[in-house]
């Protein structure tokens, strides 16, 4: 049980279980209490905090600000008002000196099978306003997307094998899931 603990050259408790109301303070009369007295002790005299709002005791605003301000904190980061499609806010985190990038639509499958044509050289490009969209982020100076059907046409474009990450490599033509289309064990 916390008992409050007077200082040298106070008066005496009223009670010996005295304890000071709320917002209670020493009159300007009484001496100055020692630098680092502990105004609360437990029955063996031992420090120990005293209670929320009283003399000696841990003040209402800080416990109140102990509570609240981690609690903003987490609720901003979980209701986070900064969106990644918020055209107006930037991101310390993106390079300045990248080259900037604009929205290009990337056709579906079928939908460039649909509406490509093919030139004589047997690739089949397909552009891109006349495609359904798929938003996807890339450089501004891609303007079409290349699309093999099978093997064969790579190999009668003179690509074969095609890396993944060069035009017209799909994971369709990559059967054996080795990031090369059209390389050794695929047919």
């Known amino acids: 049980m916390r008992q409050f603990n007077t200082p040298p050259q106070w008066p005496d408790p009223p009670t010996a279980g005295w304890r000071p109301p709320p917002r209670w303070r020493p009159p300007a ?9 502990a105004f609360w002790t437990d029955e063996h005299g031992r420090t120990v905090r005293g209670p929320v709002g009283r003399y000696g005791g841990a003040s209402r605003i800080k416990v109140v600000a102990i509570v609240l301000v981690p609690t903003a904190l987490m609720s901003l980061v979980l209701v986070n008002p900064w969106r990644a499609d918020d055209a107006s806010t ?9 080259a900037p ?9 079928e939908a460039a099978r649909t509406a490509a044509s093919t030139p004589p050289g047997g690739e089949t490009i397909a552009p891109t306003s006349s495609v359904a969209p798929t938003s996807t982020i ?11 059907r099978d093997c064969a046409e790579v190999r009668a474009s003179g690509k074969a094998p095609l890396p993944r990450g060069n035009p017209g490599y799909s994971k369709a033509l990559d059967r054996n899931r080795d990031n090369i289309a059209c390389g050794p064990g695929d047919s």
């Open 29 to 37: 009369s009484w001496p100055a209490p020692p630098d680092g007295w």
């Open 138 to 148: 890339l450089p501004t100076t891609q303007s079409t997307v290349v699309v093999y």
């Open 101 to 109: 990038l604009g929205r290009v639509e990337k056709p579906t499958r």
């Open 90 to 98: 930037t991101s310390p985190f993106t390079s300045t000196t990248e």
